[in-house]
DNA sequence: TGACGACGCTACCGATCGGTATCATGATGC
DNA sequence: GCATCATGATACCGATCGGTAGCGTCGTCA
């Protein structure tokens, strides 16, 4: 619906598309315009035709970063939908894969808004959206596990997560997904009644099986 | 022993003062020689004297931070030196008033470090030295306190600590120290063989003592 | 054919970046 | 008194920063 080669990339795409690889490479304040321009081909007056400043980008580049990761994130809960503990350790183990890929360099939101004191930068109120959602999305989760007091464990999850995000791959080296993995049970089984079966949950449909890519232990 | 008024601080005291303060609240980039300079009255001349580089000047800053952790942990476990579990409470209730200070920014190491993608930057190193420290100290830790598979459970407390560093006050409006502690809980005491009595360690010492400053759940 | 819109190119803006050279000042130790 | 040393003040360096103005070009559509 644009105009001439509707095959190749759109120009605004092209800039976010090199800029969020630069941005997130690099850092935000470490990339220049100029080098955006360079890197995409785009001219630097198109770039500030479709994004009036450099804020104006880097906000582009956070929201699409949180758009990605929510999309990913669905579709592996989709993949495994139904009950909400595999969903979970699945969930995790696609954040431990993600974490131990090259080039990984930590969350953008995390990394960006450190960048930047004034709070109401865009890239700190895109980050306080982002991890909000994700706490909302964990106790969620934890809510239909059936955990003793689901927001704290949904809490100590995304600390677990954030805490991977930043590990800067130390976790990888010694198998991300197997201590998330673990370490989310011990939160979400530890608190059950003294006394209570300590495995087998009793709505138990389908229950120990494996998730895929997830190690046995 | 240096010179005229003893009792002023040293110049390259004040401008490394100076010099932490705005890197830990506005990042290091986001941060110039000149801001410095202005801040703490000296001269820039006398910066590039003690200081060869800003990078020099970063590194002194994350080195600075570094070492006033680890005194500061120390301190920590001094004071209720002798059982292991309640010397790691003793620290993450340290770590959770720390994270709820007015004006927690996040891990010094990790922000900064987020800001230069040259893995030789002084930044990165200080950053992974201080990392493989806390993790050593922890490992040490969980080992004493005689958990099965210590070093997965160092990592794991090690994940929170760092979440909890990059929560953004999130964790303090729901009680850190608390999350924290909790978390910490059953992640050391989850992982019991299956039938062994729930609570009570067998090496009983002063078991289920609080510890100052903790809350009782 | 002619208007329009999207884009590229070049040249430029003032401000700031990290870093240096030069010289004056003032206190210390002998 | 004199040499030494740390510091401050000023002026400057080339490079880069984010951002803009002006103009030419090309494809689309009527």
Redesign the pocket.
Known sequence: M????ADEL???ERLLATASRLFYAHGA?A?????IVAES??????????F????D?IAAFLEREDREFWTQWDKVVKAVAGDPRRELMALLDWIGQRVSRDGYRGCPQINVAAEFSDRDHPARTIRARHKAAMFERLKALTRRIGTRQPDDAAYQIALLVDGAFTSDGRLSRVGATRILQSAARALLGGERVRGEPSRARTKSRGRRRRVAGTAPQ
Chains 1, 2 share one sequence.
């Open positions: 644009k105009s001439a080669h759109d120009t605004a304040r990339v220049g315009v100029e080098w081909g785009v001219a630097k007056t198109s770039l500030y035709r479709h009036h400043t450099k804020d980008l």
